[in-house]
């Protein structure tokens, strides 16, 4: 880190400040998006927040400032965050500012028009049709009135699927470009053997991950469907509002032996569990625009790692898994059904193995080296 900040005040780069509300510890997407701005040519700066339960950030190729606030929930956290990222922004040297999701784009876009500096708004979601925001009316209100104001002089967008991307197009008559959250292009290397992650040889590995286990996730039903699954232990690693109460759902139908949790882990440490599975799951339920039109990070983590996937059936995730051929669409979310269907894969040899073989192909094309060009092209306008 020393040595490139000595070379920065050397060549003077342009300086790049990414913004995201997150702790950016488990964040994929920010990630790739820094070093793809390091292979531009700018200095890269990514500003997050620093919570109680944050862990110690991994050696970054770029700087990291995460924000001390004090202030960690609902709206309270939003309006501090706000503040402190909008006088972060003022009082801080920038060419270009980057601004992820609709929580961090009112301070980048005023502090772009007082500075005259350019802005890109790259939105991870249909933020205004998360079920938080459409359970919370003042809410909702309040942050889609930000988007109607802002959206409209926007010059860069970027989201995470085409389906969004019409959604937008079609809300604010704006060019909205398309970069899914791919992952880098890497050799599948396991760095730590089943004993060493405490996990057996003789049962099948069911795998669910993400950093958001919330409700509408399918989650429940999945630890219901368990009590007919057996020979196999189902791995739920992550955070979210919900994941307490699966804990206390788990222990009073009797599956403790069954299921094992793990909490969020940083990517490159999670990636050694998702390569040891042998069935990733995405069981999202079609309950509002957002979850119907998800692209989620853990279907291409499941595809990098060589995994078949078991998929509820939204339209996004439906086309990736029929296009590659990679792994099956559940048609409901009935306990019971869910059982059969993981039951009729894990059996089936065969096909689990073409599913594999098929993976590995979607892998080499659904890569960020591919994907991060439409990123690259706007990037180096601004050097």
């Known amino acids: ?10 060549i003077k780069l342009k300086r790049a400040i990414v913004s995201v ?45 995460r924000l ?42 005023l502090v772009s028009k007082i500075k005259g500096i350019p802005l890109v708004y790259d939105s991870h979601e249909y933020f205004c049709g998360v079920p938080e925001l459409e359970n919370n009316h003042l809410a909702h209100k309040v942050w889609l009135r930000i988007e109607k104001w802002i959206f409209p002089h926007l010059k860069h967008v970027f989201t995470v699927n085409n389906s969004i991307a ?15 959250n791919i992952p880098l292009r890497r050799e599948k290397i396991i760095t730590k053997t089943k004993t060493e992650l405490g996990l057996t040889d003789n049962r099948k590995i069911i795998l669910l991950q993400g950093a958001g286990i919330n409700v509408d996730r399918g989650v429940e039903e999945l630890i219901e469907a368990m009590q007919w699954i057996n020979n196999a232990l189902l ?10 109460d699966l804990k206390l759902q788990a222990v009073k139908l009797n599956l403790s032996n069954k299921i094992l949790f793990i909490p969020k882990l940083p990517f490159e440490e999670l990636f050694n569990y998702t390569v040891h599975a042998d069935l990733g799951l995405t069981l999202d339920k079609d309950t509002n625009i957002n979850y119907r039109f998800s692209l989620p ?53 065969l096909k689990m193995l073409e599913y594999k073989k098929n993976t590995h192909i979607a892998a080499n094309e659904l890569c960020w080296e591919n994907e991060e060009k439409e990123l690259i092209d706007v990037y180096k306008k601004y050097l």
Do not use: W
């Open 1 to 10: 880190m020393l040595y490139i900040c000595f070379l920065n005040s050397i």
């Open 21 to 65: 509300t997150n702790d950016l510890s488990t964040d994929q997407r920010v990630d790739k998006v820094c070093k793809t701005l390091q292979k531009c040519g700018f200095e890269v700066v990514l500003v997050g927040r620093q919570k109680k339960d944050s862990q110690k950030l991994a050696n970054r190729s770029y700087s990291t400032n």
């Open 68 to 109: 001390q606030l004090l202030f960690e929930k609902e709206a309270i956290f939003y309006a501090e965050f706000n503040i402190r990222l909008f006088f972060y922004l003022l009082f801080n040297k920038s060419d270009l500012l980057i601004a992820n999701d609709l929580d961090t784009l009112l301070p980048n876009f």
């Open 166 to 180: 019409n959604l937008y197009k079609k809300q604010y008559n704006i060019d909205v470009k398309v970069v899914r």
């Open 235 to 244: 791995l739920i690693i992550g955070a979210g509002d919900v994941i307490e």
């Open 297 to 349: 990070n853990k279907l291409f983590d499941y595809i990098n790692a060589g995994i078949p996937v078991l998929s509820s059936n939204l339209i996004e995730i439906r086309n990736i898994i029929e296009t590659y051929n990679i792994g099956e669409i559940l048609q409901n979310h009935q306990p019971k059904d869910i059982a059969q269907h993981i039951n009729k894969m894990l059996a089936d040899k």
